[in-house]
């Protein structure tokens, strides 16, 4: 049976201070999102106890606790990727960066880079509880859409793919920013590695239009 694996960091544990502290990053992702790798991996052998046994009493439970653990690990994988530490992250995307196409699609999505962000770090804010702002291809209408995904699967339309990750669960920055959930999103904008993001949009797109193949 295939297992989730904890991805490396793709940087040192320091190398997005001042804006993520050393800790934080640590914690975050040697017992959080590990504790997800772990979650999914125990989920799948439990449905297949249950497939041998034929027993689905708690069939529904295991859905769900699958549905979060896998989905907290997918979205903690993308969130590392998608900073970059040592001043190479932050700004916009532009055409002069080689990801034109991707400030193109932001633009023509939410009428400019601007309107783009305060949608994200709102909804990144406001989410009740735990949860993340989510920059997402929506494959239908091939353009870019912000979702805000409660725990780690709630509010999420189906087959969109997330390209653009804001954790806004405590864990991310209670240790550095306290109870200031706004004041670590606005942060945030100065690590996005757009580069990455870049590659992701244009990941999506390819294969966006299986949704829309005829029969």
Do not use: C
């Amino acid at each position: 049976m295939p297992v989730y694996t904890l991805p490396d960091l793709p940087y040192d544990y320091s190398a997005l201070t001042p804006v993520i502290s050393a800790e934080i990053i640590e914690l975050h992702h040697d017992k959080h999102h590990a504790a997800y790798v772990k979650g999914a991996n125990d989920t799948l052998e439990q449905l297949a106890e249950a497939r041998d046994k034929e027993s689905w009493g708690a069939v529904n439970g295991l859905e769900k606790s699958l549905a979060f653990h896998l989905s907290g690990h997918i979205l903690h994988s993308i969130y590392w990727q998608n900073m970059a530490g040592g001043g190479d992250g932050g700004g916009e995307p532009l055409a002069v960066d080689g990801v034109g196409e991707l400030a193109d699609a932001i633009a023509e999505s939410f009428g400019s880079f601007g309107g783009f962000k305060a949608q994200l770090s709102k909804a990144a804010a406001t989410t009740q509880g735990s949860g993340w702002g989510v920059l997402a291809y929506e494959p239908l209408s091939g353009r870019l859409i912000v979702e805000q995904v409660y725990d780690h699967q709630g509010n999420v339309g189906q087959g969109s793919t997330p390209i653009l990750v804001f954790d806004a669960w405590e864990h991310a920055f209670y240790l550095q920013y306290r109870n200031q959930k706004v004041d670590f999103i606005e942060a945030m904008w100065a690590v996005v590695n757009w580069q990455d993001v870049a590659r992701r949009y244009a990941a999506a797109k390819s294969r966006g239009d299986a949704l829309l193949l005829a029969p």
